[in-house]
């Protein structure tokens, strides 16, 4: 893993990186880029399953970053990055950066019928209260949950990275079209077309129940050509593998899908190995365990985007910069 931009004038004695067990081997290589180690903690469980956190290094005056998706185990891995946080705090560290590269119960972000909670706003509120200083995430599933903080949020993107995958469209756009999966998702559609200079089409769907999506209608031209699926997660790969189908029967040439967060639930694995589609790249923000590494799935690194929006931070350098620089 090479180094970020410039890490020179990074000022190691005043910063230290954190991981939980959720995906250490991203929080290395971020660290390796900043040309850092990570600090020693132990994450421990007790015999009644409670989480036990011990901070082996000296934080007290120190810019402290905690790198833990709360995927799945998703409560596990979330009581991990409170405690990691809690401790800091209580160690005297002068700044608390919490980075999640992806946000769990985002799905949970509103009340659609009643007595329903919001559940990504709880968790929001439990982070801050927590002691957490910054958060640090990737795509939110809805971008509105920023607002649910009282503390900075930087929130990014992996359009660009994901689009430099399919750079053989840049020779030909009219050969290929950027696919929503559903009306929410247009704005990223957007983005990521805007970034190979390609056009979109939309998937009007409607779900009966979780989980489960029934295709209604495609909006634009899609027949004969490369069709690129874009979402922010694939979860148990259900409704991304209903829209591709779709997509195939009606005469698309080929459908690819991208994605920044690999939920991969249940057998999602299965389901897009089965199914009509090329090929699946997703980005690191969850561990890809062995057993889910089919020959589909493409993961691209998130860890130097991470690792340069730490050394922006950590240097007092324009964040707002690094946004400017996806688009």
Known sequence: MSECRDSSHINRGEMILFSGNSNPDLAQAVASSLGLELG???VKKFADSEINIKINEAVRGKDVYIIQPTSYPTNDNLMELLIMTDACRRASA???NVVVPYYGYARQDR???GREPISAKLVANLIAVSGADRVITMDLHAGQIQGYFDIPVDHFSAVKLLSSHFKEA???PDDYVVVSPDLGGVT???NFA???KLTIAIIEKRR???????????IGDFEGKHCILVD???DTAGTICNAANYLKEHGAKDVSIAATHGVLSSNACEKLENSCVKEVVITDTIKLPEEKKIKKIKQMSIAPLLAEAINRINTNESISGLFDDEK
């Open 40 to 42: 020693k903690v132990e």
């Open 94 to 96: 002068k700044y608390v």
């Open 111 to 113: 009340k659609t019928r």
């Open 170 to 172: 840049f020779n030909n």
């Open 188 to 190: 990223r559609a957007r």
């Open 194 to 196: 805007d970034s190979l």
């Open 208 to 218: 009966p129940r979780p989980n489960v999506s029934e295709v209604m209608n495609v």
């Open 232 to 234: 922010d997660m694939i």
